[in-house]
Nanobody, 118 residues
């Protein structure tokens, strides 16, 4: 059974930091690209950051220089470090795993809520 379990969400003031973690089980983690997506109320889900199985990263323009995605293949975890948070970062954040060779094979976590407010 495949599971992606996110943790680390919460409430923070503008300018603060949060660290999201995604623990994967039931997959060969090193054969998956990992991504973090977010969905704000009334908006479509959008890609925030991704990291290939080889460690190449990609970021949405809105988070470049503030967020850092990383992965630990030994621990089957993907992490999103979020600094200098803004109210517009408020959303539910989802972890995504997509198989490197069979791109139609992907899994989602249940989401973790991030609220940035003063």
């Amino acid at each position: 059974q495949v599971q992606l379990v996110e943790s680390g969400g919460g409430s923070v003031q503008p300018g603060g930091s949060l660290r999201l973690s995604c623990a994967a089980s039931g997959i060969m983690f090193s054969a998956y690209d990992m991504g973090w997506y977010r969905q704000a109320p009334g908006k479509q889900r959008e890609l925030v950051a991704s990291i290939t199985n080889g460690g190449m990263t990609n970021y949405a323009d809105s988070v470049k220089g503030r967020f850092t995605i990383s992965r630990d293949n030994a621990k089957n975890t993907a992490t999103l470090q979020m600094n200098s948070l803004k109210p517009e970062d408020t959303a539910v954040y989802y972890c995504n795993a997509r198989q490197v060779f069979f791109r139609q094979v992907e899994y989602w976590g249940q989401g973790t809520r991030v609220t940035v407010s003063s």
